[in-house]
C-alpha cells in the first residue's frame, strides 16, 4: 500500500492492522500527526515508512513485532526517546533511517 507524497492529514486510521496480508506499508511524505498507532499484526510487513510526517511520542516497541522488516524509515518526525532495544532482533532489517527523527 503506498500513499505516499499526498498530504494526507491527521491520524492514521487504527484500523489499518486489519491488513494483515500487507507486505509494503508506504505513508512517506504525508501529514500525519500523533503517535504511531500499533502496527504490530502486521506481521508480514517487509517496508515500513513513515517518513516525513509529523508522528509524536516514543519510538514504539512494537516494532520488534515485525521480524521481516527489511526497510524501516522513520526520519523526520517528531519522535523522542531511546529506541528499544528489541530493535537488534530485527535479523533480516538491512535500511534503518531515523534522520532527524
Same mark, same amino acid.
Given at each position: 500500500?503506498?500513499? =505516499?507524497?499526498?498530504? &494526507?492529514? /491527521?491520524?492514521?486510521? #487504527?484500523?489499518?492492522? +486489519?491488513? #494483515? =496480508?500487507?507486505?509494503?506499508? *508506504?505513508?512517506?511524505? *504525508? $501529514?500525519?500527526?500523533?503517535?504511531?498507532?500499533?502496527?504490530?499484526?502486521?506481521?508480514?510487513?517487509?517496508?515500513? *515508512?513513515?517518513?516525513?510526517?509529523? @508522528? =509524536?511520542? #516514543?519510538?514504539?516497541? @512494537? &516494532? /520488534?513485532?515485525?521480524? $521481516?522488516?527489511?526497510?524501516?524509515?522513520?526520519? @523526520? *518526525?517528531?519522535?523522542?526517546?531511546?529506541?528499544?532495544?528489541?530493535?537488534?532482533? &530485527?535479523?533480516?532489517?538491512?535500511?534503518?533511517?531515523? $534522520?532527524? +527523527?
Amino acid at each position: 500500500l503506498d500513499v =505516499s507524497h499526498n498530504k &494526507l492529514v /491527521s491520524r492514521l486510521p #487504527e484500523d489499518i492492522v +486489519a491488513l #494483515e =496480508s500487507l507486505r509494503i506499508l *508506504n505513508l512517506g511524505y *504525508n $501529514d500525519f500527526t500523533g503517535t504511531i498507532p500499533d502496527l504490530g499484526g502486521l506481521k508480514h510487513l517487509s517496508v515500513l *515508512n513513515l517518513h516525513r510526517n509529523h @508522528f =509524536s511520542g #516514543e519510538v514504539p516497541s @512494537f &516494532l /520488534s513485532k515485525l521480524t $521481516d522488516l527489511v526497510d524501516l524509515r522513520l526520519g @523526520f *518526525n517528531v519522535l523522542k526517546g531511546s529506541l528499544p532495544l528489541a530493535l537488534g532482533e &530485527l535479523t533480516k532489517l538491512e535500511i534503518l533511517l531515523l $534522520d532527524r +527523527a
